[in-house]
């Protein structure tokens, strides 16, 4: 799969392994595997533009994973050139060229496709391309995938039968037990009870059992982010946090007892708070993240605040997985103008998470 794409230097800058006298020192950053998300939505764009502005070298080595012709429209959406040297697996790639490494699983030929367009085809091949991706994590060979916006209904539509592409991980890493997905604003950290199912369906998730575990699994990803003293606060469900018990009993019966019992078993977390003010509270610094009861009730928050800045992150499952928390924008497919800064703090996040995972050198 040799060769390269287009013409020109490469903005990806590489960092070599440093030979000292007899002694080779080993590139600490972490490998990480870009998928360009479905081809029919603004994906390819983000990637060429992440990739084309090089801002990444200082903390992880990006790998592309896809089809060489999306990245190659990506190009033309972004309108630049990037040099790009095709392998067969991340394991063999030469970390001292400068061209913008490229595993290309040669499945997917945009032109198919139209743009802005739901396509279940699409879908299908944006679920392989995953799959790819999570085979190599599985294999050691990167450490953390990070993909561009993707469309759930067309995966589904396509034959990965699943609610959200998290659930799909899961699967196929064989994952059994508790995992959700966080987003992440700059430093605030916003996690929830439950994900993608109905209102009618989160109600009926809201358990002590649920909330113990949410909480868990949200100081410990805050914790291997580098926040080692998180302070956590929690939704209630009902409006004014039930007014005590005027508006429902959730609150005084499943929330608060849930919330007391993980303080007294020494994680920092708070609540339940009214969720109408609670996230002024948050973004103003008073706590590092919020657990929310459903998705909408953290989500039109986080997103009114950063749109284009929030990332989503996995937490919970052996692969580090990260992207940006806006969709394909259909919109704006093809127009040169989507704002690759979400895709760019995702690659960020998932690196700092995978350094967090590698081992401390060898003094």
């Keep these: 799969m040799g060769g390269t794409a287009g013409s020109g230097s490469t903005m990806q800058r590489a960092v070599p392994s440093v030979r000292t006298r007899n002694t080779i020192m080993i590139d600490p950053r972490p490998i990480l595997a870009l998928t360009p998300g479905d081809c029919t939505g603004i994906g390819p764009e983000l990637v060429a533009k992440v990739l ?19 990245l190659e429209l990506g190009m033309r959406q972004a309108g630049c050139t990037l040099e790009v040297r095709a392998y067969e697996s991340p394991a063999g ?12 699983l040669g499945n997917t030929d945009p032109d198919l496709y139209p743009a802005g367009a739901v396509s279940a085809d699409s879908g299908r091949l944006t679920g392989a391309t995953l799959a790819a991706a999570i085979e190599f994590a599985m294999a050691g060979e990167v450490d953390a995938v990070s993909f561009a916006p993707l469309n759930k209904r067309a995966m589904y539509d396509g034959g990965w039968k699943f609610p959200d592409e998290h659930k799909m991980f899961a699967h196929l890493l064989g994952h059994r037990t508790y995992f ?16 993608h199912v109905s209102l009618r369906e989160a109600l009926d998730q809201i358990t002590h059992e649920r909330i113990c575990e949410a909480v868990d699994l949200a100081v410990a990803t805050m914790r291997s982010a580098g926040i080692l ?12 946090g039930g007014e005590n018990g005027l508006f429902g ?3 005084i019966e499943i ?20 969720a109408d003010t609670l996230y002024l509270k948050a973004f103003s610094g008073a706590y590092d993240g919020v ?73």
């Design 52 to 70: 084309a502005a090089g801002e990444l070298a200082d903390v992880g080595r990006v790998v592309v994973v896809g089809d060489r012709r999306v």
């Design 229 to 240: 003293s998180p302070k956590l606060a929690v939704a209630a469900l009902n409006p004014h």
């Design 291 to 363: 657990l929310s009861m459903y998705h909408d009730q953290g989500q039109i928050a986080t997103k009114l605040k950063g749109f284009n800045r929030g990332v989503t992150v996995t937490a919970g499952l052996p692969t580090i997985f990260t992207t940006p928390a806006h969709g394909t924008a259909f919109d704006i497919v093809g127009q040169g103008v989507a704002d690759p800064g979400a895709l760019t703090a995702a690659l960020r996040l998932a690196a700092r998470l995978a350094a967090s995972r590698k081992p401390a050198p060898a003094p």
């Design 255 to 274: 929330i608060r007892p849930a919330v007391e019992a993980m303080a007294a078993k020494g994680y920092p977390c708070e609540g339940p708070f009214p």
């Design 249 to 251: 009993r959730e609150e």
């Design 93 to 104: 790639i030469d970390w001292t060229d400068g061209a913008v490494p490229l595993v290309d």
């Design 180 to 195: 959700s997905e966080m987003n992440v604003l700059g430093e605030q950290w916003m996690s929830r009870v439950t994900s």
